[in-house]
T-cell receptor
Framework: GQQLNQSPQSMFIQEGEDVSMNCTSSSIFNTWLWYKQEPGEGPVLLIALYKAGELTSNGRLTAQFGITRKDSFLNISASIPSDVGIYFCAGHSNSGAGSYQLTFGKGTKLSVIP | NAGVMQNPRHLVRRRGQEARLRCSPMKGHSHVYWYRQLPEEGLKFMVYLQKENIIDESGMPKERFSAEFPKEGPSILRIQQVVRGDSAAYFC???????????FGNGTRLTVT
């Protein structure tokens, strides 16, 4: 099946620093999504990307849909303590077996040191 | 509350018992998805349903697991004769159509003792 490689697995950063994480896939996706999950909660949608090359921002968050459609990155600028959590990328393909499924990466665990 | 509602939040079952997990999608959403998450892992697709129809159950084990989304009422994920390996967080998501983005509930954490 499709697999997503998400990196890094975890990050410890100082408050105020910028953060970058990315996902790569062995196959093409038509949609890339970025979610944040906090302990005991469900994933919350941060950004959805629908076109190759698309660059979208949501406050201090910026995400891009790679030109090859096999990768995406998420940047967080000027991190704050409430950015702590696990960030997941997810890809969706419109066609083929499993065309209704989201494939998730294993997550990037972000810790922010005040 | 306009979000996806799941209950119970926590469920403890002994081996061999049945677990029933409920999900009410967001208002206006007729497409429901169930995902399973093991500790330190991403979410894994289980099943996709529309009202009264199972569209894709390719991620759901063939035995002991079943799902339904009746015309009236919530979607139900049912696990019969639970085993320790069924312990996980089960998340439901909904969308207005069959395409993303999906909006997730807060999950049911199943513990099998």
């Amino acid at each position: 099946g499709q697999q997503l490689n998400q990196s890094p697995q975890s990050m410890f950063i100082q408050e105020g620093e910028d953060v970058s994480m990315n996902c790569t896939s062995s196959s093409i996706f038509n949609t890339w999504l970025w979610y944040k999950q906090e302990p005991g909660e469900g994933p919350v949608l941060l950004i959805a990307l629908y076109k190759a090359g698309e660059l979208t921002s949501n406050g201090r968050l910026t995400a891009q849909f790679g030109i090859t459609r096999k990768d995406s990155f998420l940047n967080i600028s000027a991190s704050i303590p409430s950015d702590v959590g696990i960030y997941f990328c997810a890809g969706h393909s419109n066609s083929g077996a499993g065309s209704y499924q989201l494939t998730f990466g294993k997550g990037t665990k972000l810790s922010v040191i005040p | 509350n306009a979000g996806v509602m799941q209950n119970p939040r926590h469920l403890v079952r002994r081996r061999g018992q049945e677990a029933r997990l409920r999900c009410s999608p967001m208002k206006g959403h007729s497409h429901v998805y169930w995902y399973r998450q093991l500790p330190e892992e991403g979410l894994k697709f289980m099943v996709y349903l529309q009202k009264e129809n199972i569209i894709d159950e390719s991620g759901m084990p063939k035995e002991r697991f079943s799902a339904e989304f009746p015309k009236e009422g919530p979607s139900i994920l049912r696990i019969q004769q639970v085993v320790r390996g069924d312990s996980a967080a089960y998340f439901c998501a909904s969308s207005p159509g069959g395409a993303p983005p999906l909006h997730f509930g807060n999950g049911t954490r199943l513990t099998v003792t």
